[in-house]
């Protein structure tokens, strides 16, 4: 088994905003692309374009339509990958010591070389977070990609987890949220940022921010109607020509 660090110098870890996440997948697509060339072992595919593929993604996105108490119905994307517990049973439950928690920076990983598959980790973790590489028989999961983040030949603004850069809505963002100063700590503290299921008790480090309830509408309203100039009632010029023409055939 595997002990969890007692403290850790830094807790990264991200913020993901559910009101601005519009549901594209790109930082799937991100994720998988560059864990793929990064990491010892690429993360694999089974029969990508049959009748029944699967493979292992370290980020998935899930959509849920829900219905507010006020307020219209809307459609929620949901973006999970490994939150990086402070608590984590996917650690503690490990026979080899394979996962671990890094007292550095609080980041969970997996040492391949020690994995034996044995998925005790995923029964273990209570938000699905752990994905068994079919090819490989060792459990993977999100790194918060330790080989960019600390990688000095990038540039600055590139030293953030793959999925934070490709975000084109600014849905997520990444720093230290142990710091109470830090960016991502107070975009938490100012939309009241929440745990996944805190009945859980795993202290999870990445936080999401609620959605916003959706304006109503209680009838047609054209807001920009008395500013438009009237349509004309005839088509005229070349439209005109072409709507006579054809009204003689």
Same mark, same amino acid.
């Not at 119905?73 to 080899?96: E, M, N, R």
């Not at 598959?117 to 090819?135: H, K, T």
């Not at 990609?145 to 953030?160: F, G, S």
């Given at each position: 088994?595997?002990?969890?660090?007692?403290?850790?110098?830094? #807790?990264?870890?991200?913020?993901?905003?559910?009101?601005?996440?519009?549901?594209?997948?790109?930082?799937?697509?991100?994720?998988?692309?560059?864990?793929? +060339?990064?990491?010892?072992?690429?993360?694999?595919? #089974?029969?990508?374009?049959?009748?029944?593929?699967?493979?292992?993604?370290?980020?998935?996105?899930?959509?849920?339509?829900?219905?507010?108490?006020?307020?219209?119905? +809307?459609?929620?994307?949901?973006?999970?990958?490994?939150?990086?517990? &402070?608590?984590?049973?996917?650690?503690?439950?490990?026979?080899?010591?394979?996962?671990?928690?890094?007292? /550095?920076?609080?980041?969970?990983?997996?040492?391949?070389? %020690?994995?034996?598959?044995?998925?005790?980790?995923?029964?273990?973790?209570?938000?699905?977070?752990?994905?068994?590489?079919?090819?490989?028989?060792?459990?993977?999961?999100?790194?918060?990609?330790?080989?960019?983040?600390?990688?000095?030949?990038?540039?600055? +603004?590139?030293?953030?987890?793959?999925?934070?850069?490709?975000?084109? &809505?600014?849905?997520?963002?990444?720093?230290?949220?142990?710091?109470?100063?830090?960016?991502?700590?107070?975009?938490?503290?100012?939309?009241?940022?929440?745990?996944?299921?805190?009945?859980?008790?795993?202290?999870?480090?990445?936080?999401?921010?609620?959605?916003?309830?959706?304006?109503?509408? %209680?009838? %047609?309203?054209?807001?920009?109607?008395?500013?438009? /100039?009237?349509?004309?009632? /005839?088509?005229?010029?070349?439209?005109?020509?072409?709507?006579?023409?054809?009204?003689?055939?």
């Amino acid at each position: 088994m595997t002990d969890l660090p007692s403290h850790t110098e830094r #807790q990264l870890g991200l913020v993901i905003d559910l009101d601005t996440c519009v549901g594209c997948h790109a930082c799937v697509v991100a994720c998988k692309g560059w864990n793929t +060339q990064s990491q010892p072992s690429p993360l694999s595919d #089974q029969d990508p374009r049959g009748a029944a593929p699967s493979g292992t993604f370290l980020n998935r996105v899930h959509a849920y339509e829900v219905t507010p108490q006020t307020g219209a119905a +809307q459609v929620v994307h949901f973006p999970k990958s490994c939150l990086h517990c &402070a608590d984590a049973p996917c650690v503690t439950v490990c026979p080899t010591g394979a996962s671990f928690k890094r007292a /550095e920076d609080g980041i969970v990983l997996v040492n391949e070389s %020690e994995c034996i598959g044995c998925g005790l980790c995923a029964w273990a973790c209570p938000y699905g977070a752990r994905e068994m590489d079919m090819a490989e028989g060792v459990m993977k999961k999100c790194t918060l990609c330790v080989d960019r983040i600390y990688n000095e030949t990038l540039p600055e +603004q590139d030293r953030e987890p793959a999925c934070v850069r490709t975000c084109p &809505a600014g849905a997520r963002h990444f720093g230290d949220l142990s710091d109470p100063e830090s960016a991502v700590s107070l975009l938490v503290e100012a939309r009241g940022g929440m745990d996944l299921m805190p009945e859980q008790g795993t202290r999870p480090a990445n936080k999401y921010l609620p959605p916003r309830p959706r304006d109503s509408w %209680e009838g %047609e309203v054209d807001l920009l109607a008395p500013w438009l /100039e009237p349509v004309a009632e /005839e088509p005229r010029g070349l439209l005109g020509w072409i709507d006579r023409t054809l009204a003689r055939l």
